[in-house]
Antibody, heavy 120, light 107 residues
Framework: QVQLVESGGGVVQPGRSLRLSCAAS????????MHWVRQAPGKGLEWVAV????????NHADSVKGRFTISRDNSKNTLYLQMNSLRAEDTAVYYC?????????????WGHGTLVTVSS | DIQMTQSPSTLSASLGDRVTLTCRAS??????LAWYQQKPGKAPELLMY???SLESGAPSRFSGSGSGTEFTLTISSLQPDDFATYYC?????????FGQGTKLEIK
């Protein structure tokens, strides 16, 4: 059974940094583009970033561009999200999500999420 | 970016009811639309893709329809497990975008 397990969340002060990880198992991680999606408390889902299967292409939502960076290590089956210059509005549960294929970006597997709280 | 608008925001219904949730896109997304169910404290779960294809393992009481800019998700007979929040998502164009959700409550 496909597993995605996020870690690295916590409470952080505005302006500081945090790195999230997503450990993948039970599928060939290096064959899939991977995404981060977030959900602010009591709000809807917001796509954050995508990285191609080999790490050569990355895209980030305008709301995080220049502050967040998605990356991956296929030798470790792990996806990352480096979050710098954090703001209160970045407070959310962050999910890693696997799309069905690289051509169809709907998400058939999600992690359980990790909560990031930005507060002084 | 394509805006996805769901209605209603909240729907109160009873066990056994047939309910329909609506999702509208600000631009044509063909049939590249998915639906997710989310329960409190849990990750979203895929229900439908391609507007009308039922994800493996999802109950057959769920059905989806529509194309272009208007889509519906219908639950034929509400069961206790169905009370949750439902999100639509377009994957026709980058970036993917989600609706704001419809919360299905017990009347």
């Amino acid at each position: 059974q496909v597993q995605l397990v996020e870690s690295g969340g916590g409470v952080v002060q505005p302006g500081r940094s945090l790195r999230l990880s997503c450990a993948a198992s039970e599928f060939t991680f290096s064959n899939y583009d991977m995404h981060w999606v977030r959900q602010a408390p009591g709000k809807g889902l917001e796509w954050v970033a995508v990285i191609s299967f080999d790490g050569s292409n990355k895209n980030h939502a305008d709301s995080v561009k220049g502050r967040f960076t998605i990356s991956r290590d296929n030798s470790k089956n792990t996806l990352y999200l480096q979050m710098n210059s954090l703001r209160a509005e970045d407070t959310a549960v962050y999910y890693c999500a696997r799309p069905y294929t690289s051509n169809y970006y709907y998400f058939d597997y999600w992690g359980h999420g990790t909560l990031v709280t930005v507060s002084s | 970016d394509i805006q996805m608008t769901q209605s209603p925001s909240t729907l109160s219904a009873s066990l056994g009811d047939r309910v329909t949730l609506t999702c509208r896109a600000s631009q044509v997304v063909s049939s590249w639309l998915a639906w997710y169910q989310q329960k409190p404290g849990k990750a979203p779960e895929l229900l439908m893709y391609g507007a009308s294809s039922l994800e493996s393992g999802a109950p057959s009481r769920f059905s989806g329809s529509g194309s272009g800019t208007e889509f519906t998700l219908t639950i034929s007979s509400l069961q206790p497990d169905d009370f949750a929040t439902y999100y639509c998502q377009q994957y026709n164009s980058y970036p993917v975008t989600f609706g704001q959700g419809t919360k299905l409550e017990i009347k």
